[in-house]
């Protein structure tokens, strides 16, 4: 994989944009959502914005982990001794754990404190994976 990523001098760069649009769409869907379950708009029906923007939560998140392993494998070798990324990582699967937990327990129904709390934490550790993110380079 490493081969091919770094085959072409546009590859790596096309990647990177890829990687940044499915950020967009992942963080994006997620404040929509989550500003929402915060007391704002509260006009909007919150079941009906998670089924419009989870999905485009999660398919920026895959567009994520696909061009995320891509970029990885270029430069395996000097990525894994980044602090930086392992916290990333560490924090995308607590992210991901919040999020299981915030949809088995019904947040999106519930609406409690909980659920607030729930997505201010979710939030905070988006916020905190796009620093990580971009200390990788310089850290």
């Not at 990523?5 to 989550?34: C, D, K, N, Q, R």
């Not at 920026?60 to 980044?82: I, R």
């Not at 915030?102 to 729930?118: I, P, S, T």
């Given at each position: ?64 982990a696909v ?71 310089v850290v």
């Amino acid at each position: 994989m490493a081969a091919l990523v770094l085959s072409h001098p546009w590859i790596y760069p096309a990647l990177e944009t890829l990687h940044l649009m499915g950020l967009a769409a992942l963080f994006g869907g997620l404040l929509i959502f989550e500003l929402r379950m915060l007391g704002r708009a509260t006009a909007l029906d919150p079941s009906a914005l998670a089924r419009l923007s989870v999905p485009v939560a999660l398919a920026g998140f895959a567009l994520c982990a696909v061009t995320g392993v891509a970029l990885f494998s270029a430069h395996a070798d000097e990525l894994w001794v980044s602090n930086a990324l392992r916290l990333k990582m560490a924090l995308i699967l607590i992210a991901g754990a919040n999020a299981l937990w915030f949809h088995w327990r019904g947040g999106v129904r519930a609406q409690d404190r909980m659920a607030r709390w729930q997505c201010l934490l979710s939030l905070g550790l988006w916020v905190t994976v796009i620093v990580c993110g971009r200390w990788i380079a310089v850290v």
